[in-house]
């Protein structure tokens, strides 16, 4: 396993981090693709024991019950001082007005909640999982940092949003001497680069890790493609995505499979070499259901692509319209 620096901060992460959401009770919330308990724990014993050490979880992943399986395996398989346990607010809870979105008694409320179902006194990143237009900024930083003050969190961190509505509450962090967020969580893969545009130089410009969400597309990019799989059968979300560019999308994952063929490797193998190469990227975060999948995300770390795969990767990238947050 490979470490680093969670952006400017002194957060430690492993590079790959173990995405959560395929975690939890599968007739709860929107992922009827999750593992309840004892299904997870293999996985989770697996990530520890190859070195991972990051864990990104949400309140709204199975309606809490992530949380609850998360925090549950960490302690079977590890210190808590061991591990970077992160979790998410803003998506509805509830129908109550402290349920949702990024309002002062929202954030004081969700934080308590994460960390009874989670089992532990501190979450080591907070993260809005969304930006929330009803909320003044000021409002919400200002609450976030009282977070990070009382100790419940160690750092604070955002998720899919546009680079100015992210700059914004930087800014504001920073005029009133309240803690910023350390990291950007953000959809990004071979299919999706807009990123690169504007979020990735801002957030390289003023020390901010990024942790990428969907990585292989939804599982797109791990297979042949428009081969179908239960993820996408059950993915509302994810079932809305990837829908602009089918002819380069299509291109892509045939640069994919071909040098997965060249190199004998998985196609999450390239994909995720590919991520790991970016300068920008901290650590993609990664999901695992079926044997072999952390497998194939851990063999990225020994794959380095030459420059002419990288040209064969990105060559067929067509500009799509930004998604998951707009």
């Known amino acids: 396993m490979q470490y680093t620096r969670l952006g400017a901060s002194g957060l430690t992460v492993s590079r790959l981090v173990l995405g959560c959401m395929s975690y939890g009770a599968p007739d709860l919330g929107g992922h009827g693709w999750s593992l309840p308990l004892d299904e997870a724990r293999p996985f989770f014993r697996q990530a520890v024991e190859s070195g991972i050490t990051t864990f990104d979880t949400a309140n709204v992943y199975s309606l809490g019950s992530s949380e609850r399986i998360t925090g549950e395996l960490l302690g079977e398989f590890a210190r808590r001082e061991d591990v970077v346990i992160a979790t998410k607010l803003a998506m509805p809870m509830g129908q109550g007005p ?72 930087q800014h504001t962090a920073a005029l009133n001497g309240w803690t910023r967020f350390v990291s950007m969580q ?77 190199r004998g490797v998985s196609r999450t193998t390239v994909a995720l070499a590919w991520h790991l190469a970016k300068p920008a990227v901290t650590a993609p975060i990664v999901g695992a259901t079926k044997p072999g999948h952390l497998d194939d995300a851990l063999a990225a770390l020994d794959l380095d692509l030459g420059p002419d795969e990288i040209e064969l990767l990105e060559s067929p990238y067509v500009p799509r319209r930004p998604e998951g947050f707009a």
């Open 186 to 262: 953000d959809q990004y893969n071979l299919f999706m680069r807009e990123e690169e545009r504007e979020m990735h130089p801002y957030c390289a410009a003023t020390g901010v890790g990024v942790l990428t969400w969907s990585p292989l597309a939804r599982g797109r990019l791990a297979r042949e493609y428009g081969a179908d799989s239960s993820r996408l059968r059950l993915d509302e979300t994810g079932a809305r995505l990837y829908r602009q560019n089918e002819g380069s999308d299509r291109r892509i994952a045939e640069a994919v499979g071909a040098i997965a063929s060249a």
């Open 98 to 169: 402290n349920d949702r979105g990024l309002s002062r008694g929202a954030v004081m409320t969700q934080i308590d909640a994460s960390l009874r179902r989670l089992g532990t006194d501190y979450v080591d990143l907070y993260q809005i999982h969304r930006f929330d237009p009803q909320t003044p900024v000021e409002e919400t930083m200002e609450a976030l940092h009282d977070v990070v003050k009382s100790g419940k969190a160690r750092y604070i961190g955002a998720s899919s949003m546009w680079a100015w509505q992210f700059a914004s509450m």
